[in-house]
Structures are given as C-alpha cells and as structure tokens.
Nanobody
C-alpha cells in the first residue's frame, strides 16, 4: 500500500506561482511513475502532468504546457509540480497519483494510488 500526501496548495493571484509537493510513504517510490491531476468544481478530474519512474520522461496537458513543471526526487520519495503564470481556470483540487506503468499515463484508471488532494485557488 502506498500513501501519497500532497501539500503546497493555497490562494494565489493570477500570474503568480505555487509549488505542490507529493510525499510518498513507500521506499520503492522509484518503482512508480507519478501523475498530477486536477478537478475543478463541476468538472471531471483531468490529467495535468506525468513523470516516469526515473524522471527522464515528462509530459503535460496542453493547457499547462510551458507554465507547469513536474519533477521528482526518488531519494526523498517526493514529486513536485511547479506552477507558474497561474490563471483563474487553474483553480481546482490537485491530486498526485502513482502507477506501476513505467512511463506514467494520462488515464486515471491506470493509477493505483491517489492522494487526498490539495486546493489551489487562483484569484482573478
């Protein structure tokens, strides 16, 4: 069983930045690819960014490409999502998730473990 705990959410003005972190309980964190997802009120949860087990492969949703950056530190068992140039439409609960699929996935059903989420609110 893998527990994931997100942190770093909060209230920020449009154009600002936030850094989300995801801490994993497992010592085999490097065996999992990580994805970040988000869910805005009234919307379905959507893929934001993914990173492979080693961190050598990353990819993003078109809506955040060039503004968000995903990274990981396997020695610390953490993954991060650096968010810049935030927009009102980035407001959502952000979740990190772990999958045994090596290169991560855009599909929610491919993820085995989920965190509880952290709220990000961008004021316009």
């Amino acid at each position: 069983q893998v527990q994931l705990v997100e942190s770093g959410g909060g209230l920020v003005q449009a154009g600002g930045s936030l850094r989300l972190s995801c801490a994993a309980s497992t010592r085999t964190f490097s065996s999992y690819a990580v994805g970040w997802f988000r869910q805005a009120p009234g919307n379905e949860r959507e893929f934001v960014a993914g990173i492979s087990r080693s961190g050598g492969w990353v990819y993003y949703a078109d809506s955040v490409k060039g503004r968000f950056s995903i990274s990981r530190d396997n020695t610390k068992r953490t993954a991060s999502l650096q968010m810049s140039s935030l927009k009102f439409e980035d407001t959502a609960v952000y979740y990190c998730a772990a999958t045994v699929i090596a290169g991560a996935s855009r599909r929610q059903n491919d993820y085995n473990y989920w965190g509880q989420g952290t709220q990000v609110t961008v004021s316009s």
